[in-house]
């Protein structure tokens, strides 16, 4: 895959529907080789590159630096979980995950309650879904609890005046994240990991037809 013809919007599009639930990179690997890249477009293919393949790496990094920004405000810790889930709630694989596990453990307890939990029928026509399959969360549409865990989150970030706290450790997130992606060399994996990528969303499309 040519990461220099990758849009912004393409690459949203891929950390959106990618799965989030695999391991992240061995530190290692993490910190392996790095190198100025030679020209602008060689800049914008590595970080491209970088972002997804070592995006599990840079969610934790975040998570860790936005931690020890909120060790003096409790409050501001929950705010920041909340915030957190709001956003992996937009990711399809976590979002299925999710209301998966909620729902199987619900049916531990109530299993009328977890079959009210389930996700609308779609029917099918000719082996195809009559209309394009949209995401629930224990049987909802995913945008309730989009809304429900980002109001939340507000009301505690007013509360815990934690704002200017995240904005900064969110500021030093994103630049290390930047700067990590912009001068780690892309390895032989991250590469082979592209064309597999690739691959399955040709096949995804070709199954589609």
């Known amino acids: 895959m040519d990461w220099g013809n990758v849009t912004a919007e393409d690459l949203i599009d891929a950390l959106r529907e990618v799965d989030w639930s695999s391991p992240p990179r061995p530190l290692s690997e993490f910190f392996s080789r790095f190198t100025v890249p030679r020209s602008y477009a060689k800049w914008n293919s590595r970080l491209k590159c970088n972002l997804y393949y070592y995006r ?3 969610f934790i990094l975040v998570v860790l630096i936005l931690g020890l920004g909120f060790l003096r405000r409790p409050l501001a810790i929950l705010a920041a ?7 992996a709630f937009l990711n399809d694989s976590f979002a299925s995950t ?3 596990k909620v729902t199987r453990t619900v049916r531990q307890f109530s299993p009328h309650l977890a079959a009210k939990m389930r996700p609308p029928f779609t029917p099918v026509i000719r082996g195809r879904p009559s ?3 949209a995401i629930h969360i224990c049987g909802q549409p995913r945008w309730v609890f989009v809304f429900l865990f980002s109001s939340a989150s507000f009301i505690l970030w007013y509360v815990s005046c934690g704002l200017l706290t995240v904005l900064w450790a969110l500021a030093i997130a994103v630049l290390a994240t930047v700067l990590h992606a912009s001068f780690r060399t ?3 994996k991250a590469r082979l990991n592209t064309f597999r990528e690739e691959f399955r969303a040709v096949w995804r499309n070709y199954r589609e037809l």
Do not use: H, V
């Not at 979980?81 to 956003?87: F, G, H, K, V």
């Open 98 to 100: 999710f209301s998966e």
């Open 131 to 133: 209309a394009k399959r």
């Open 81 to 87: 979980i909340l915030t957190a889930l709001s956003i």
């Open 56 to 58: 599990t790496n840079y």
């Open 186 to 188: 892309p390895n032989l």
